[in-house]
């Protein structure tokens, strides 16, 4: 066949590609003459309809390989509060014991290190404890964002279509969890305990 | 049609501009109705190259068992293809370097190759890293080398890009004669002052030499 007969018959089928398309919605000059010349390219595009396995909104939602690291995150970060509770529920990491232990110092006319020691002891203390809390606040909120995005994976299951604010969701989640990295390493700092 | 296809769109659109204007780069080593004709051809060879070669592509992947749709392949062949383009528009201007300096044809031949040489590693970078789906190097490599096979000839046949200044005609298109391998070959040689002919015949004037 020659080189001439295939070029009309490929730009036959890019006419059929183009005609097709504009006899149904949404309808697209554009289009049309883009498939023209790039049928094979382009056809897929005006002419296979979309599943639920197509990105589009629902390709916003991440997939079970994608939650499944962040999941595991959330349930170690949780088990590193659970570490931190355990630890201020010490007797040595007792905030009312420091401070009588102090109180004790300077009625004794102790030295100033050993006063300075149960001072830094107790600033630590409340340090971690402060960090406790804002690791707490911090999980409570990204366990409620983890139910979101399970609900909105559900209403795709289910509706087919999700909300777009999903993207941002995702974001948030991400973000968040990078947030709570950095307070564990705060937590991970060597906290004194002083001398006393 | 949403997301993929507006996206599909726009790439095609970003690869014939891109490709437009190295082309023009191109046919400005000419001038004239030249700057149009390669204006045009440019964005033809890699669009057309890539609309053959993507019935080859789906394939591949069908092949592979690959669980990406067939759109999501698609977008991705486009999106390496802008990527050449964009490259190939980057460089436009070190053509139009050397139409002002009075480049010879010759190196111009070679610096239009090392240019597109450049852009299809970009292209391929591309295609690389947006994850092509599946067993990745198998489909990878044999498309890009069903690709480099039918652009080398699709471009070929819509040659000329780069004529003469002093040839008096400029064709759109040109009769086939040869292979692009050859003629690489020769502009190579003939660059390095080492000619098969003592001179270009100009049109009409027979050839001696073949």
């Known amino acids: 066949m020659a080189l001439a007969s295939v070029a009309v018959l490929y730009v036959a089928c890019g006419l059929g590609c183009a005609i097709a398309s504009m006899s149904r919605p949404p309808r697209s000059f554009l289009d049309a003459v883009i498939v023209v010349p790039l049928w094979p390219l382009f056809g897929p595009f005006l002419f296979i309809r979309s599943t639920g396995s197509e990105p589009g909104m629902a390709g916003l939602l991440p997939g079970p390989e994608a939650v499944a690291p962040l999941r595991e995150r959330l349930s170690a970060s949780k088990r590193r509060l659970a570490d931190i509770d355990a630890l201020l529920r010490k007797p040595s990491f007792d905030l009312d014991s420091v401070n009588r232990r102090l109180v004790s110092l300077s009625a004794a006319g102790a030295s100033k290190l050993a006063v300075a020691s149960a001072l830094s002891r107790r600033k630590a203390i409340e340090r971690l404890a402060v960090r406790r809390k804002t690791l707490a606040t911090e999980l409570e909120e990204l366990g409620e964002l983890f139910l979101q995005l399970e609900t909105q994976t559900e209403v795709f299951r289910v509706a087919g279509h999700v909300d777009e604010s999903v993207s941002d969701l995702v974001a948030d989640i991400q973000a968040r969890l990078e947030g709570i990295d950095e307070i564990e390493a705060e937590t991970r700092e060597p906290i004194s305990l002083g001398q006393t | ?210």
Not at chain 2, 14 to 40: D, E, L, M, P
């Open chain 2, 1 to 210: 049609m949403r997301f993929l296809g507006d996206l599909a769109r726009a790439l095609i659109i970003i690869t014939a501009a891109s490709a437009a204007v190295f082309g023009a780069a191109v046919g400005a080593y000419k001038g004239g109705i030249q700057i149009a004709f390669a204006a045009i051809k440019m964005p033809l060879v890699l669009l057309l190259t890539a609309a053959i070669c993507a019935p080859s592509w789906s394939a591949l992947r069908a092949a592979v068992g690959a669980r990406a749709s067939l759109k999501t392949e698609l977008v991705r062949v486009l999106g390496g293809l802008a990527m050449v383009a964009l490259v190939l528009a980057a460089v436009a201007p070190a053509l139009l370097v050397g139409v002002v300096v009075g480049a010879s044809y010759h190196s111009m031949a070679i610096l239009l190759c090392g240019s597109a040489a450049v852009a299809g590693i970009a292209g391929v970078a591309v295609l690389i890293r947006s994850r092509v789906s599946g067993a990745v190097w198998i489909p990878l490599v044999t498309f890009a080398s069903v690709f480099v096979i039918v652009g080398a000839q699709m471009s070929w046949t819509l040659r000329p890009y780069l004529v003469r200044p002093r040839s008096p005609d400029t064709p759109f298109v040109r009769a086939l004669e040869g292979s692009l391998i050859e003629a690489t070959a020769r502009s190579w040689d003939s660059m390095k002052g080492e000619y098969e002919r003592e001179y270009a015949p100009l049109p009409g004037e027979e050839d001696p030499w073949r």
